[in-house]
């Protein structure tokens, strides 16, 4: 392989690789860029053009630059707009990105517009007085020699290019990181970096123009030696405008350029790579392919091939993609189980467990930040914090965002946001994030808070009822029907007087017997696990085949020695529905079958009831209208005296079983008993 033929095909594989490139980006910028965003149009657009630039490029090296026909006369003509405008449009780029202060960016737009009229006077040249208009006069300088006015064109065209390019660097110089907004101040070091290249490889092309108008035109007259030496520099100023490519994809899909959107910074981060990486790939197998005069079935049967493992490749990733995105998504969309917080034990310890564990979520999986802090103001300000492994406790050494968060009415919060440890800033899209999930937060906190606290007035106010009750039925046995009954003795020579006491009388006798039953009586006399076994043998005993009994002898003492008549009246009622619960729905509508009912009493820092059987368990028994109400007013009611009710499958998926369990704090010792 002679030095020409190796420059040749590098060439080839570079300009192919920037035209894969380019054709990405060109895409994902037109169908990713804001509605409605006429500039993101315009890049995706000019980012094709220069993608159609090079694969003209790549067909003109491929075919040998020493090579004449009308394939050649196209894709000659096709780069000329492409080469025209791709200093206009980079230069455009800059302007809006660069960070320049109000009077530097009134400068550089109206050297942009001079600009652009220097192009469309190039562009009119090239259509009519090209000195190379076509192919063929470069091969073997056909026409008229290039004298005159006709160099013109060739040295307004450098011009072109190394103002196109370099007037870009300056205005990135004399722009400022903070005077742009957002995402796009980390994009300034990848733009910056990439104008540099392109300054480079406008001065490689317009140094090998300059040369080449001289010495090596026509170039069928001319020595290997100095295509080669052409070649070479083609070579050269490819790799430069590979290497600026690569850094403007990485600001294109990390930093909102030409999007003017958050695009998903690390799937498309890791795209953007893959995309890298194939690019390379079937530049480099096309390379060998012709390298190697592959034949043509040969060559599309490889490159299919390849297509279709790219193909799998790219499934597998969409798939890992999407379950890395699930579980990242859990923790935000999951439920708090707010209801089971309020109405179980220990509830206000694991909500704050369960906010602190969906702050970590949100630092580690979506914004990579070190820690944060959620402070929630109220009579009682609050705090939840996250610090990665590692990471020294107490407040944050440095803030560098404070965000607002507002929830209900006279509920607020802020939330506050260390430096990444790689020094980006907080994006937009991130921004809002962290805003929903501590509005999130906020909303679930306060909704606990106040569920707690009409739980607590709940609970007063059912004590206070309890007493006011008792104490107008006894008012009304011990002194007003006695005194009626007084009267009425009284009365008997008056036979209206007595016929109205009598009447009286016999209301209040009525409503007294027609009124709501306590349970208190029975559970004072007999104990309150006597009272809940002697009521179901004698309204359930029939219903089942069997009723077993396990109540320890600790728990049976226990509950004797404490008080507490309204806790002890809500586990007294709330075991009754549930056994009354089992009777009706455990035999799966099947009247023969015979139940087996366990009933277990034990104490363990309060009294634990379960109820369980052997019936159809709870996915087979049959959903009637009202199914289910009466055990959801008793979880409220027993929430309310400080216990909880819970329902489960039995052993081995066989029947059901349900927890009642009221603490030692909701049934004090009796002051009385303790004597």
């Known amino acids: ?189 990848w733009l910056i970096g990439a104008s540099l290249f392109l300054l480079g490889a406008s001065a490689i092309v317009s140094a090998a123009a300059a040369w080449a108008v001289e010495n090596a035109i026509p170039l069928l007259e001319q020595l290997p030696e100095t295509v080669t030496l052409l070649l070479a520099a083609d070579l050269a100023a490819e790799s430069l405008v590979a290497c600026a490519a690569v850094l403007l994809g990485r600001a294109v899909v990390a930093y909102e350029v030409f999007t003017e959107r958050p695009l998903p910074r690390q799937g498309f981060f890791r795209r953007w790579r893959s995309v890298v990486l194939a690019a390379a790939a079937c530049s480099v197998t096309v390379t060998a392919l012709l390298a190697i005069q592959a034949r043509p079935l040969y060559a599309l049967t490889l490159l299919s091939i390849l297509g279709m493992a790219a193909y799998a490749l790219f499934t597998w990733q969409s798939y890992r993609a999407h379950e890395r995105f699930i579980a990242r998504l859990l923790p935000f969309v999951q439920s708090l189980g707010l209801a089971d917080h309020i109405l179980g034990p220990g509830g206000a310890e694991r909500i704050a467990s369960q906010s602190a564990d969906l702050l970590r979520a949100l630092c580690e999986e979506a914004l990579d930040s070190p820690g944060a802090d959620l402070i929630l103001t109220g009579d009682v300000p609050r705090r939840i914090s996250y610090r990665r492994a590692g990471a020294a406790e107490g407040p944050l050494e440095r803030i560098e965002l404070r965000i607002p968060i507002a929830g209900g009415p006279g509920t607020s919060g802020t939330l506050l946001l260390p430096p990444k440890p790689d020094g980006r800033a907080y994006s937009a899209e991130e921004i809002e994030l962290a805003q929903a999930c501590g509005e999130r937060l906020l909303d679930t906190l306060a909704g606990e808070r106040i569920g707690r606290t009409l739980m607590e007035l709940l609970r007063r106010r059912i004590g206070e009822l309890q007493v006011v009750s008792t104490r107008h039925r006894r008012v009304l046995h011990d002194e007003v029907l006695p005194e009626i009954h007084l009267a009425l003795l009284r009365s008997r020579g008056e036979p209206d007087v007595s016929t109205a006491l009598t009447r009286a009388h016999q209301t209040l006798s009525g409503m007294l017997h027609a009124g709501p039953q306590s349970a208190g009586g029975q559970i004072a006399s007999r104990g309150l696990l006597g009272a809940i076994r002697e009521t179901i043998e004698r309204e359930f005993g029939a219903s089942f085949g069997s009723i077993e009994w396990e109540i320890e002898e600790e728990a049976t003492q226990a509950v004797r020695d404490r008080s507490g008549a309204v806790a002890a009246e809500v586990i007294y009622y709330a075991s009754l529905e549930a056994v009354r619960n089992a009777a009706r729905h455990a035999s799966g509508g099947d009247p023969a079958r015979n139940i087996a009912l366990r009933i277990s009493a034990r104490w363990a820092d309060g009294l634990e009831l379960v109820v369980s059987d052997d019936g159809v368990g709870l996915r087979q028994a049959p959903t009637q209208p009202g199914s289910g109400q009466g055990l959801l007013i008793h979880t409220t009611m027993m929430a309310v005296v400080g216990g909880s009710l819970s329902l489960s499958p039995g052993l081995d998926g066989a029947g059901s079983s349900l927890r009642l369990w009221l603490p030692a704090a909701s049934l004090p010792l009796d002051p009385s008993a303790a004597a």
């Open 1 to 189: 392989m002679t030095y020409l033929e190796a420059t040749t095909r590098a060439a080839l594989g570079v300009s192919l690789f920037i035209t894969f490139l380019l054709l990405w980006l060109g895409i994902t910028t037109l169908l990713a860029a804001r509605r409605r965003h006429l500039f993101g149009r315009v890049a995706g657009l000019a980012l094709l053009l220069a993608s159609a630039f090079f694969l003209s490029h790549a067909m003109i090296i491929g075919k040998g630059p020493t090579t004449s026909g009308s394939g050649m006369e196209f894709w000659w003509r096709i780069g000329w707009l492409p080469a025209v405008s791709a200093p206009l449009s980079w230069y455009a780029t800059v302007i809006r990105y660069a960070g320049m202060g109000p009077r530097l960016q009134r400068v550089h737009t109206r050297l942009w517009l001079a600009f652009a009229v220097f192009s469309l006077v190039v562009l009119v040249l090239l259509v009519t007085a090209n000195p190379f208009a076509t192919y063929q006069s470069l091969l073997i300088g056909a026409g008229p020699a290039p004298e005159g006015g006709s160099w013109v064109l060739v040295w307004l065209y450098l011009g072109l290019t190394i103002a196109g390019f370099g007037l870009p660097v300056l205005a990135l110089a004399s722009g400022r990181r903070d005077q742009v907004a957002g995402a796009h101040s980390q994009a300034r070091p």
